[in-house]
């Protein structure tokens, strides 16, 4: 595993722990899955080692200090090459987080040591059979009833169920329209193994994950005393969000392990694989899948590291773990592909561990959260970080050259209205300017205010009277909020005569134009 230069020693020594665990595993974890049996000892020997405690504070038996998020990370990462138990490591962790970050002390006291220590295992429960990434949407329900709450609905895809001794699970709490409105209908809250009512209704066969369970739960009437919500009622939503951050940085950590071995065996199989009466790897055209594998775990790792370094500093990184989320399950993919086409035929048997990263890495693609999820996220959270960047450019006619430049950007606000009365005419003129530097698109109502330095209600006013008469067109959302302009063919013609919109290179024989 290379270290990073921010690593603190203490997570370097992790390291080194880490890589020589995973290594003598190796040969256990595929008998494991050859045999598709459930990975207990391994994950026993993880928390005997203190390695489930990475992001709980000592007080509560934990490793924070010489572990933290990053080293959750690493652990995911070395774990992940040999053995599905990486599974069981991020829905474990993530119900500590959550009990960490929200729970009563009493629930930190009873459930974290254990936790720290691998003695109980958790599971998330979220997915329903109709509602998926749609979280707000779930149907279980949790009606209050002499002192305790009453739970009922099913789950379904639910990681390391049957494995585990407790189970968070997202249930409905309030039906009012007002509380739905502002995602205050849902409550977190654990239940263990064993209570009545709650059962296994089937485990899945998905496409990977060939020893780790996968199952739908069926709840009826399953009591759960208050002491066992976690926050308080109507914080559902909000712990949730809160830990689906957490959640996609290990799975993004997850995709490491396959993408470094997939390296290991490509070049393995490359080196010692003569064709041509030359070993393959000497092809350029495996030497350039070579490549491209380097370029994508390294980066893979570094979108990885800084998202968790960023977590250790106290940060919730939206943007940065979405990113890495979407990049290595996304370019995992391609990566797994192009290691099996390095090794040919022997890439897709089954006797080579490649082929179950490709399988596996079509799961972390669609959880947890799916790559689209991820794609429709970045742009919120890339407009609030790259504000900057973001400004719309300010263009004009160059006096001189006369073609459009760059004279600035967009999002000053004007210290005060002018006392200049705009007109429209002037509105018009500058629509008609918009279309000399940016010849097929709108103007933002945003820039028209900064140029004419004129308040809402006069722009609309001026705006709505131009559209009627057909000189410029407008882009609304909603009936009424007008947020895009433009000159019609006869907004242009009346703003300016045609030769102020020509202009041609100086190459140009003026003979041929007409």
């Given at each position: ?8 020693e203490?997570?370097k020594?992790?390291?080194d ?5 995973a290594?003598e ?23 005997q080692?203190g390695?489930?405690g990475?992001?709980?504070?000592e ?5 924070l ?7 959750s990370c690493?652990v ?14 991020i829905?474990?962790?993530?119900n500590a987080?959550m009990?960490?970050k ?10 974290l040591p ?8 958790a599971?998330l429960?979220v997915?329903?059979p109709?509602?998926g990434?749609?979280?707000a ?7 209050q ?6 739970l ?15 189970y968070v699970?997202?249930?409905?709490t309030?039906?009012?329209?007002e ?12 239940v ?5 009512g709650?059962?296994?209704e089937?485990i899945n066969?998905?496409t990977?994950?060939d ?7 069926d709840l009826?009437?399953v ?9 308080n009622?109507g914080?559902?939503?909000?712990i ?5 951050n957490?959640e ?11 993408m ?7 070049n393995f199989h ?7 009466g030359q ?7 495996n030497?350039?899948?070579?490549a ?9 790792r570094?979108?990885?590291?800084y ?7 106290g ?10 989320k979407?990049f290595?399950?996304?370019e995992?993919?391609k990566?797994?592909t ?10 897709v048997?089954?006797?080579y ?7 596996d890495g ?10 689209d999820?991820?794609r429709?996220?970045l ?7 790259f504000t ?5 450019p300010?263009?004009?006619m160059?006096?001189e050259?006369n ?5 600035g950007y ?33 103007m ?5 205010k900064?140029?004419l330095i004129?308040?809402d ?12 008469e057909?000189l410029?067109?407008l ?8 947020v895009?302009a ?15 919109y020509k202009?041609f ?10």
């Amino acid at each position: 595993m290379v270290r990073f230069p921010w690593w603190t020693e203490a997570q370097k020594e992790l390291a080194d722990e880490l890589e020589k665990f995973a290594d003598e595993k190796t040969s256990e974890a595929q008998e494991l899955v050859w045999r598709r049996k459930y990975p207990y000892q391994i994950i026993n020997e993880m928390g005997q080692r203190g390695w489930l405690g990475a992001i709980i504070p000592e007080e509560y038996g934990g490793n924070l200090s010489k572990m933290g998020y990053t080293g959750s990370c690493m652990v995911m990462e070395q774990i992940s090459r040999i053995s599905l138990v990486n599974m069981q490591y991020i829905v474990t962790m993530c119900n500590a987080y959550m009990i960490l970050k929200f729970g009563s002390k009493a629930l930190k006291k009873e459930f974290l040591p254990k936790m720290a220590m691998g003695e109980i295992l958790a599971a998330l429960t979220v997915t329903e059979p109709y509602a998926g990434n749609d979280s707000a949407g779930i149907e279980t329900t949790a009606r209050q009833e002499d002192g305790a709450y009453i739970l009922n609905g099913k789950k379904r895809f639910i990681t390391a169920a049957g494995a585990s001794d407790i189970y968070v699970i997202l249930a409905r709490t309030s039906e009012d329209p007002e509380a739905i409105k502002k995602h205050n209908h849902l409550s977190m809250f654990i239940v263990e193994k064993d209570t009545p009512g709650f059962t296994i209704e089937r485990i899945n066969e998905l496409t990977g994950f060939d020893n780790m369970y996968n199952a739908y739960l069926d709840l009826h009437e399953v009591k759960v005393t208050t002491d066992r919500v976690i926050g308080n009622i109507g914080d559902g939503w909000e712990i949730l969000m809160s830990m689906v951050n957490y959640e996609r940085l290990l799975a993004s950590a997850s995709a490491l392990g396959p993408m470094g071995e997939s390296l290991r065996y490509a070049n393995f199989h490359l080196q010692r694989r003569v064709q041509f009466g030359q070993p393959t790897f000497d092809l350029p055209t495996n030497q350039f899948k070579v490549a491209d594998i380097i370029i994508r775990y390294h980066t893979a790792r570094l979108l990885t590291y800084y998202a968790a370094y960023l977590f250790d500093l106290g940060q919730l990184p939206i943007m940065e773990v979405s990113i890495a989320k979407c990049f290595n399950a996304d370019e995992g993919l391609k990566l797994y592909t192009d290691a099996i086409q390095c090794m040919g035929g022997d890439g897709v048997t089954k006797f080579y561990p490649v082929e179950s990263f490709l399988r596996d890495g079509k799961i972390v693609q669609l959880a947890p959260s799916t790559s689209d999820i991820m794609r429709l996220i970045l742009p919120r959270f890339g407009a609030r970080v790259f504000t900057s960047e973001l400004r719309p450019p300010r263009r004009q006619m160059h006096k001189e050259l006369n073609v459009p430049v760059t004279v600035g950007y967009y999002g000053k606000k004007p210290a005060s209205l002018s006392n200049k009365e705009v007109t429209k005419a002037d509105l018009l003129n500058l629509l008609a300017e918009n279309y000399k530097v940016n010849p097929g698109l709108y103007m933002h109502r945003e820039d028209i205010k900064e140029e004419l330095i004129i308040e809402d209600n006069k722009l609309n006013e001026l705006l709505k009277s131009l559209e009627n008469e057909g000189l410029v067109k407008l882009f609304r959302r909603g009936k009424e909020n007008i947020v895009l302009a433009r000159a019609t063919l006869d907004g242009l013609r009346t703003a300016k005569p045609l030769g102020e919109y020509k202009w041609f290179p100086a190459w140009v024989d003026q003979k041929d134009i007409f």
